[in-house]
Nanobody, 125 residues
Framework: QVQLVESGGGSVQAGGSLRLSCAAS????????MGWFRQAPGKEREGVAS????????HYADSVKGRFTISRDNAKNTLYLQMNSLKPEDTAMYYC??????????????????WGPGTQVTVSS
């Protein structure tokens, strides 16, 4: 079955950087679009970024565009999210997830299928 395990979260000051990783197993990773979403306490889930099966196309929420970079290594079955210029409003639990390739650019529609347990990111001012 699909297993996704995130890592790399932590606490940083505003302006800092973190790199999240997600190890995938139990399915043909390279056949799936992938993405990240986040959820802060008391707030709805927010799609952050998505990436095509081959990694050549990416899509971002306006809130993170220019600061976050999603990438994937299909040889290692791993998904990444490089987060730069972090802001306190980026504080949330971050989840790695499979994405429906038919809707992979419509992050507001929450095109996510399976996801992992999440990794916490906390940004202090």
């Amino acid at each position: 079955q699909v297993q996704l395990v995130e890592s790399g979260g932590g606490s940083v000051q505003a302006g800092g950087s973190l790199r999240l990783s997600c190890a995938a197993s139990g399915y043909t990773y390279s056949s799936y679009c992938m993405g990240w979403f986040r959820q802060a306490p008391g707030k709805e889930r927010e799609g952050v970024a998505s990436i095509s099966t081959g990694g050549d196309s990416t899509h971002y929420a306006d809130s993170v565009k220019g600061r976050f970079t999603i990438s994937r290594d299909n040889a290692k079955n791993t998904l990444y999210l490089q987060m730069n210029s972090l802001k306190p409003e980026d504080t949330a639990m971050y989840y790695c997830a499979t994405v429906n390739c038919f809707d992979w650019t419509d992050l507001e529609a929450f095109p996510f299928g399976y996801w992992g347990p999440g990794t916490q990111v906390t940004v202090s001012s």
